[in-house]
């Protein structure tokens, strides 16, 4: 029972190219969140998502486009690679929304040159 | 809308000692709070959290956190650390009613000396 994974642990890509990471949990939990962690500025969410087919923003959405076609899968892209968006991406899950217990992938650290 | 600060960006203690570290909240309402943690290379982990009632609150670890209505305070405490708590910690903040999001903080870094 893996709980919530994510990959690639390690990515580097280069300014101007897509990049998909993938999240992926097996308690079939309602909601599913995407942040990024940097320096100074803790922990920012992206997009989440109540449901499959149900995505809505967070706080730095621009840039990056979610999808959820299936409960347990919520890929994160971006779609054109900026520096700024060198990070520490994590993925997490909750049963029915933000306000109960949200269970955290080991994060995706991605370098973009 | 809420928002939630952590003003010590690191705190430095000595193993046994005691601990508290600080969470101030903005909020119209009563709000939900949380602690989490997260250990180096990890991802974050509940330790406890305030929806209503009891204003101290027993988490995992041997931590607790007492919400402080007149101050807007949540402040994170352990009466004896180890050095295995040397990790970042999360405060944040939710709104009762919505369930969009919550706000973390910028975090807190423990060190622990020996």
């Known amino acids: 029972d893996a709980g919530i994974t994510q990959s690639p642990r390690y990515k580097i890509t280069e300014t101007g190219r897509q990049v998909t990471l993938m999240c992926h949990q097996t308690?079939?939990?309602?909601?599913m969140f995407w942040y990024r962690q940097d320096l100074g500025h803790g922990l920012r969410l992206i997009y989440y998502?109540?449901?499959?087919?149900?995505?809505d923003k967070g706080e730095v959405p621009d840039g990056y486009v979610v999808s959820r076609s299936k409960t347990e899968n919520f890929p994160l892209t971006l779609e054109s690679a900026t520096r700024s968006q060198t990070s520490v991406y994590f993925c997490?899950?909750?049963?029915?929304?933000?306000?109960?217990?949200?269970?955290f992938g080991p994060g995706t650290r991605l370098l973009v040159l | 809308a809420q928002s939630v600060t952590q003003p010590d960006i690191h705190i430095t203690v000595s193993e046994g000692a005691s601990l508290e570290l600080r969470c101030n909240y903005s909020?119209?309402?009563?709000?939900?709070l949380f602690w989490y943690v997260q250990s180096p290379g990890q991802g974050l982990q509940l330790l406890l959290k305030?929806?209503?009632?009891?204003?101290l609150v027993q988490g995992i670890k041997g931590f607790e956190a007492e919400f402080k209505r007149s101050q807007s305070s949540f402040n994170l405490r352990k009466p004896s650390v180890h050095w295995s708590d040397a990790a970042e910690y999360f405060c944040?903040?939710?709104?009762?009613?919505?369930?969009?999001?919550?706000?973390f903080g910028k975090g807190t870094r423990l060190h622990i000396l020996p």
């Open positions: 305030y929806f209503s009632g009891d204003t």
């Open positions: 909020y119209g309402a009563t709000p939900y």
């Open positions: 998502s109540a449901a499959a087919d149900i995505t």
């Open positions: 997490a899950s909750s049963i029915a929304g933000p306000q109960e217990t949200q269970y």
């Open positions: 308690w079939s939990h309602s909601y």
């Open positions: 944040a903040v939710g709104a009762q009613g919505r369930d969009d999001k919550i706000i």
